[in-house]
């Protein structure tokens, strides 16, 4: 992923959105940091080692901030929060297109709160997989 040096910015960026998990990883630890358990809760379809293996491949992108803070939770870099914000406006662009071509209304996201329950949370991942 991302190793041609001559690709232009559009392509490496969707080399980096084409994963699966690497957008909701993204979109999760710029709601608030958490710690690989957390994580691991609200992707629970991803084993220990694939979600070790994600966040490290975004830690070399220097999306996720490559150490953790001192309560052991991952959150992510400058350039990770303006990718997120990215992500978060083409997903709901592009739901929004999947729902004019349907002839559906688009129902509108809102974020959690920033202190939701992990219970909470994992609820609201339904949600977003309508999204990314």
Not at 50 to 59: P, R, V
């Amino acid at each position: 992923m991302t190793e041609k040096k001559d690709e232009c910015g559009v392509k490496y960026t969707l080399d980096v959105l084409e994963d699966r998990w690497q957008p909701r990883i993204i979109f999760w630890l710029g709601f608030r940091p958490f710690a690989i358990e957390e994580l691991h809760q609200l992707l629970p379809e991803l084993t220990d080692v694939a979600l070790n293996e994600e966040i490290t491949s975004l830690q070399n992108l220097r999306i996720v901030n490559p150490v953790v803070d001192e309560e052991n939770k991952y959150s992510l870099t400058d350039d990770g929060n303006d990718l997120r914000n990215m992500v978060l406006t083409m997903s709901v662009w592009g739901r929004q297109q999947m729902d004019d071509s349907a002839n559906r209304v688009s129902t509108q996201i809102v974020e959690p709160e920033k202190d939701a329950s992990m219970s909470e949370l994992i609820e609201f991942n339904e949600k977003l997989n309508e999204y990314m």
